[in-house]
């Protein structure tokens, strides 16, 4: 079983032993980054890819019709179409858009999304970038994308574009902020900054998900993940409804396609950080580490999906409610129910917190109700 | 290692000057942001870690955020100084950049004393800054939690609009 | 073979002075916050050179730079709310053209 486990250390480590004895050692440095960047690079788009055909198949399902199967058994060769139609499509650049800034948009877009999959820990020894200050690097890298968001909405000098960018950028640094105070949680109880050591923190089944705080702070990371992701419920800058596609209107075949794949390798970074804080990385028993990780992966980009074949979409005032007034306060009582977690006997704490999670949610939304009840009665009255 | 760092500093010193003396704004803030990341990179290289990616989070997360939207609030993109005649004023401001960077070096080349590099490899764990922070640093760090908060206050009082007074 | 502190301290300087040369020169005050930006992070890079060329037994100049951040970020916001209120009655954001004192 160990073996499984460690398949790919053990593949990488045999190229290298390999290579060792024929180059300096600088250049047998340089060749193992390069292989695990390598794999990553090549399995992003390969996961990219197949998450579009997930999706159009649950979502066709949810709406109770099959999804794509013309193209190969399943429609499994749909997404190869899918890219071949857009890398054969013609560039239209509008004629007074600034060519630099529309040209480098969807790169900037994608570097942030492709470059956290080197901090996420695929399997046991299977992090790519073993940094100290991990978690903290993966909010930074992309907290950067808001940045590439607003030059692609500017570079298509198209009014529509720009307030489709803006709605985007001020919902993205809305929901940062209960993204990493639910992260918090996490960073308080088990003491350190790094994924790798957050996901030894959980063995066997005891994850953190098992605990009050470890409850509500998944339900929170992974609420605001999804809106930092631009789906729906939350996505109003960019849905087809919409402004006519929000910030990336005027961007035509490649580049609409790498602003598509930085979407989805969002949604799949964000839903592997959440199974990684909360439901314990690639914990689990018989089965391999990477197993377990693309299996608890998967399942949170399952209810990712399920979310967009079942909610209607949030108007842009109650989005920006939501995380201001529910979302953050809420963010802020659940790190001090794990304060308490972690200083109190444990009945004491159980108790008090799954106490201090129900009254605070329920004192929340009563607060938060009120203002649309409000608004409806005067509406029957002037009836 | 040695050639990162003068890749890093050749980034970090072009992208200012193109910060400084562009003619468009929005290339300005951008320009601004890549000087950032650069150096944000050299505090990498430094090993120090936490600060490199606080650099990362609030400068280029929030601050050249804040700047664009900024640029994009007030509509003036072509600056308007790029009238005719006005571009030889630019030699006072060479001459006193040039001037402070001259007593700077001068300055810098005449210590005879300046540390070395003492351990080669050193890492802060995230703890020991914690640590830190609230016990020799407690007084910062609440008179910076002052700060931000009336930091937060008076923007949003400064740029808020007047509301017209109608009956 | 390890690069001298003197070069850090070098790269420093020329952005300070840079940054410098865009708070004096240029006429649109977002720029002249860029350039004041520009020489927050040439001193905050001189602050983490000298806690790594020293002995590790202090941290001072980590927090110390730690706390500089913070301070810029609250005012380079504080500043921009200041623009765009100044922009709202001038309509310019040019720094010559704001010479009057009731608004």
């Known amino acids: ?24 050692p600088q250049a047998v440095l340089v060749v193992s ?170 063995p066997g089944f005891n994850w953190f998900v098992f605990t009050p705080w470890g409850f509500t702070g998944l339900i929170l990371f992974y609420i605001a993940s999804v809106a930092e992701c631009n789906r729906t419920p939350f996505d109003l800058p960019e849905a087809e409804s919409e402004i006519v596609a929000g910030f990336h209107t005027e961007y ?132 | 290692m040695i050639f990162a760092f003068y890749i890093i500093s050749a ?40 600060i490199g990616v606080v650099q990362i989070l609030i400068y280029v997360g929030a601050v050249a955020t804040l700047i664009l939207f900024t640029i994009m609030l007030t509509k003036d993109i072509v600056s308007r100084e790029y009238y005719v005649g006005q571009k030889r004023k630019w030699s006072y401001g060479i001459l006193t950049a040039a001037c402070v960077l001259g007593v700077l070096i001068a300055s810098i080349r005449s210590q005879t004393n300046l540390p070395e590099l003492v351990t080669a490899d050193r890492q802060v764990s995230m703890v020991a800054l914690g640590k830190e922070m609230l016990t020799s640093f407690l007084l910062p760090f609440e008179v910076i939690s002052l700060l931000l908060t009336a930091a937060l206050i008076g923007g949003i009082i400064i740029s808020l609009e007047e509301k017209k007074k109608s009956s | 073979m390890s690069i001298p502190i003197t070069h850090y301290l070098f790269v420093s300087a020329a952005l300070f002075a840079i940054g410098l040369f865009g708070a004096i020169t240029r006429r649109n005050a977002i720029i002249i916050l860029i350039g004041i930006e520009i020489m927050m992070n040439a001193a905050n890079i001189n602050l983490i050179a000298f806690w790594r060329y020293s002995d590790g037994t202090r941290l001072t100049g980590q927090l110390f730079t730690f706390f500089g951040i913070a301070i810029a970020a609250a005012e380079v916001a504080v500043g921009l709310a200041i623009v765009i209120a100044v922009y709202r009655v001038y309509k310019s954001t040019n720094v010559n053209e704001v010479h009057d004192m009731k608004g």
Not at chain 2, 36 to 50: C, E, Q, S, V, Y
């Open chain 1, 252 to 383: 035509s075949g490649m580049k609409f396609a790498l602003f598509y794949m930085a979407e989805f390798l969002q949604v799949f970074s964000l839903s592997a950080l959440a199974a990684t804080l909360f439901l314990g990385g690639w914990q689990g028993m018989f089965l391999p580490s990477w197993a377990w990780f693309f299996l608890k992966t998967y399942s949170l980009i399952f209810i990712m999906l399920w979310f967009r074949g079942t909610f209607p979409r949030l108007r842009v005032d109650q989005l920006m409610g939501f995380a201001w007034k529910f979302l953050l306060p809420m963010s802020m009582i659940n790190i001090i129910v794990a304060g308490i977690w972690t200083y109190a006997p444990p009945m004491i704490a159980w108790a008090a917190g799954i106490a201090i999670i129900v009254i605070s949610y329920t004192v929340l939304t009563k607060l938060n109700i009120r203002f649309h009840i409000d608004r409806n009665r005067k509406f029957i009255l002037v009836d």
């Open chain 1, 1 to 24: 079983m160990e073996n499984v486990d460690q398949i790919f250390v053990n593949a990488k480590k045999a190229v290298i032993d390999l290579i060792d004895g024929f180059l300096p």
């Open chain 1, 33 to 202: 980054i390069l292989i695990s960047v390598g794999v990553i690079a090549t399995v992003a788009p390969v996961i990219m890819m197949y998450l579009t055909w997930l999706e159009r198949k649950v979502v066709g399902r949810i709406q109770n019709r099959i999804g794509p199967n013309r193209v190969g058994k399943f429609g499994l060769l749909q997404p190869i179409a899918d890219g071949v139609k857009m890398l054969t499509k013609e560039d239209i650049v509008p004629e007074g858009a600034d060519h630099l800034l529309h040209f480098l948009s969807p790169v900037l877009v994608v570097v942030p999304a492709l470059l956290v999959m080197a901090l996420l820990p695929w399997g046991r020894n299977m992090a790519a970038m073993d940094v100290e200050v991990g978690l903290l690097l993966f909010f930074a890298i992309t907290s950067t994308g808001t940045l590439s968001i607003f030059v692609g909405a500017w570079g298509s000098r198209n009014k529509f574009s720009l307030l489709g960018g803006l709605r985007a950028v001020a919902q993205l640094i809305s929901y940062e902020i209960p993204q990493v105070f639910s992260a918090i949680v996490v960073i308080m109880v088990t003491g350190t900054v790094s994924i790798v050591k957050i996901v030894e923190a959980q």
């Open chain 2, 11 to 50: 980034i970090i010193l072009g992208s200012a000057v193109l910060a400084v003396s562009h003619r468009n704004l929005i290339y300005c803030a951008l320009s601004a942001s890549v000087t950032f990341i650069g150096t944000a990179a050299l505090f990498f290289l430094l090993k120090a870690d936490f």
